[in-house]
């Protein structure tokens, strides 16, 4: 389902904010070396998945390092901020874009050699939304598949803060709006659950940690101001 006209995402500045952002670094580099294990393996040119591209951050790059994309988003403007910055395309790189949902991936099963969750699970606003969009991304990774998770921590409230009622990881407290943030286990046995063991060329990270010691100031009143967040990479297991 789109996003309604007034969605946030759907804001002119926040889309301009994504198209002129930088790509992930991290991101970047890891794909740098599965294309060239992924184009070793067999012929033909490896295919990525962006799940949630937006306007085309990491898209447009990452087409341009010589991965045939799909791009996907459920937000109309982005997808028109990424097909304008896919004027920066080079000659012949390839990239291909479409409305749909992070649970509802339109490729076939076992087509894709890399999956980029890059901020979009963490918007999922159940616990069974978010399964339901794991279980999509395992489905179109071809065995050995890698993926690249960019995700909310748990980390990002104090200890004592609840989630929703009923459900295992999902807040409010953060912008109203029901959002996954999940503990490091959590995020592990989900993807575990799924098919997906970590990959050690980027292990999991955590950003944005409110103290040097670790966790928020228990008993916090207000809102944080920035989630923190979990980076890494995982892989399809044969």
Do not use: K
């Amino acid at each position: 389902m789109p996003p309604p006209a007034d969605s946030p995402w759907s804001a002119p500045s926040v889309v301009a904010g994504f198209a002129s952002s930088a790509p992930n670094q991290v991101l970047m580099r890891f794909a740098a070396g599965e294309l060239g294990r992924r184009s070793a393996a067999r012929s033909g040119t490896p295919r990525a998945l962006d799940l949630g591209c937006g306007a085309g951050r990491n898209a447009v790059p990452l087409a341009n390092l010589g991965w045939e994309i799909v791009g996907l988003d459920n937000s109309l403007p982005m997808l028109r901020g990424a097909a304008a910055r896919a004027g920066e395309l080079a000659a012949g790189a390839r990239l291909r874009l479409a409305a749909a949902g992070m649970d509802g991936i339109p490729l076939a099963d076992a087509s894709c050699d890399f999956v980029i969750a890059h901020g979009i699970w963490n918007l999922a606003r159940s616990a069974a939304e978010f399964r339901r969009a794991v279980a999509e991304a395992a489905r179109v990774a071809a065995p050995g598949a890698a993926l690249f998770v960019f995700t909310f921590s748990r980390n990002t409230f104090p200890e004592g803060v609840a989630p929703v009622a009923g459900e295992p990881f999902v807040f409010t407290q953060f912008s109203g709006q029901p959002q996954c943030f999940l503990s490091a286990a959590q995020l592990l046995d989900e993807l575990a659950a799924a098919g997906f063991s970590p990959d050690p060329a980027v292990p999991l990270t955590e950003y944005n940690r409110p103290l040097a010691g670790g966790r928020p100031v228990a008993g916090a009143a207000s809102p944080p101001s920035r989630p923190v967040i979990y980076e890494a990479a995982f892989r399809r297991q044969d």
